[in-house]
């Protein structure tokens, strides 16, 4: 049975619409029936509460100490995001890390506001041990904590100080930023920028234009070399789109 031409995608084009997708659930299996979104949204819930269910009673019957790891995540809509993890050596002496929470977390992200999100999480898991070692940290840890000692994240130390250097660049960085938002912002702009492209000629397309999040260094730099890769398709804009007031000077 040849496959109908409309469902054929690769994996850069997926059925993208819920009717196709119907379509291709359908050329699998004829009797199929694709449940609807509240039906997911009930049966994904519903898997969840079980499975928190369980991991809660197994939780509650660790031999070991719990130990808990928690980090920051900001998504390219500039959204953060905070994740818990719980490690604990199970009764056959095997490592286990389990995630608790990945949640948004508004701003502001300082340790105030992180320390009471994670409270908030170990008291919905029913961690009253980890609570009281929170609140009463003097001797919460085996040998007064002398080699629980864990000093910050070379990563985010790494991350602190580029941040600190590209202060010296925040006007251009702003402009980078808003001259993608606005590429972005449109199927129309979109589509103009991509006739300056071929206009200009000589671009390579395999850099896509990336917005990088200003809390994340290696996205930033991730966003300056695509906006090298089209610096010339962005003068180009500036000249045919007055709208289009952001573009970065020559210097910049």
């Known amino acids: 049975m040849p496959v109908p031409p ?3 995608h690769t994996t850069r084009s997926l059925p993208r619409t819920p ?3 119907r379509e291709l659930i359908k050329y699998l299996c004829l009797d199929a029936k694709v449940p609807s979104r509240r039906a997911c949204t009930i049966y994904i819930n519903n898997m969840y509460e079980e499975q928190k269910i369980i991991l809660k009673s197994v939780l509650s019957k660790v031999p070991s100490r719990i130990s808990l790891t928690s980090d920051l995540w900001t998504s390219f809509a500039t959204e953060g995001y905070i994740y ?10 095997k490592l286990q ?16 506001e992180m320390a009471k999100a994670i409270y908030e999480f170990l008291e919905d898991w029913e961690i009253e041990l980890l609570k009281d070692r929170l609140l009463n940290s003097n001797n919460g840890l085996l040998c ?26 925040k006007n251009a960085l702003t402009k980078f930023r808003e001259s993608i938002k606005y590429v972005k912002g449109s199927e129309g702009k979109m589509n103009a920028f991509k006739a300056c492209v071929v206009k200009v000629g000589s671009v390579d397309t395999k850099v896509g234009l990336c917005l990088g999040v200003p809390t994340r260094w290696n996205s930033t730099f991730v966003m300056l070399q695509s906006v090298l890769a089209y610096r010339c398709v962005f003068n180009t804009l500036a000249i045919e789109d007055a709208n289009y007031v952001t573009c970065p000077t020559a210097e910049e």
């Open 144 to 169: 007064g904590g002398k080699y629980f000692h864990v000093r910050c994240c070379c990563a985010h130390i790494l991350n602190l100080i580029i941040q600190e250097g590209l202060k010296f660049a």
């Open 84 to 93: 818990l993890t719980a490690h604990y050596v199970d009764e056959n002496w």
């Open 19 to 21: 009717q196709r997708f």
């Open 6 to 8: 409309r469902l054929l």
């Open 97 to 112: 890390s389990k995630i608790l929470n990945f949640c948004h977390l508004p701003p502001p992200h300082f340790g105030a």
